[in-house]
């Protein structure tokens, strides 16, 4: 067997989550070996947990010659300079998204990353197409939907009533049309993977039983160049236990429709077919298991070890994503339709 990635990870709140991920399946190529969380307490817990060793200083995991990667779930504000602390120390980085909230600096430090050999993955936009996208844009690109024009995405979860902890998920600043920067993120990369450049957006919120100062219930919609509209719902405030994080997807084209995860419980497949083309010369459907978000550490380790020497995805198309939520933010503060730029 290949050499597994030795891995240290910051940011032990939903990255715990990514620890177990990574202990409780050996057959993974990456190797957690040690955890690391600014709040001592926190990091020691962890640590307990997961049986490795714990520090509260990422400069510690950055001088550790036996760390090959960090895994860096921290929040989404003021990742690239960290990444870029990381990456001059000669490690590699697998983060999340949100990735950045400054398009230009997430910009540079994946340029930086490409010149200095060192490779910066995260879950969405993935760095290579996730199995529904591979067919989506496949049909795309072989006309059986036609010139796509439409689209439409829903995401949704149950908090409740979610008191503030004064935390970055408090400040509309910081998180922006809180259910689409949280969880309909990932339809905004996938939109903008398939429609490509973005004119305008518009957003529609509310407080619905959420106690912090950001929605908890939200639309986006994007009118791309060429013509092409797409809309996103999250919420918050929608779902049974059953049916977290599930959501669906339309796509429309001038020949055919393209439907993806839709309905209760069909997004892995339980119900039969959950990937379906609907075109003029045929009905083509597919059992898709996974969804998007997962983390690919099949390809951070092909790419880390340089069996593969580049991503799908450009750093361009990471910056796109994160211009549509700079225009996403002012249209939450204005009320108004928001050019992308
Ligand atoms: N499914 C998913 O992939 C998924 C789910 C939830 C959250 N996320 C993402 O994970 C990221 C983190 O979210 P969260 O809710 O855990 O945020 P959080 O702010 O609650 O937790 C961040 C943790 O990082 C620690 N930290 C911050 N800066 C540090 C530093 N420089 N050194 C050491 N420790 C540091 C903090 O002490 C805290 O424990 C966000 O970008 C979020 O969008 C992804």
Redesign the pocket.
Known sequence: MLKPVRLGL??????ATVCRELTGNPALPVRLTTV????AA?AQERAAEFGVPYTTS?DQLLDDPAIDAIGL????NGRAN?IRRIIRAGKHVMT???FERDADEALRVLHEARDLGKVVHL?SPNPRPIAEMVYIKEWISSGAIGRPTVAQASTWVYYGATPPDG??YDDPQLCPVAPIF?IGIYCVNSFLSIFGEPATVQVTHSRVETKRPTPDNASLTIAFKSGAIANILASFVAASTHDRYRGGTVIGGTKGMIFHGIGPAAREGEAGPNLILSSEDRIESHVITGHS?EYDWEFFAQRVRGEVDHDVTTPEEVAAAIRVVAAMSEAERTGKTVACE
């Open positions: 910051v940011g032990l709140n939903f990255g690391c969380d600014m709040d926190r990422l779930y921290t929040g989404p960290l999340t998204k949100p879950n935390s970055w949280r978000g």
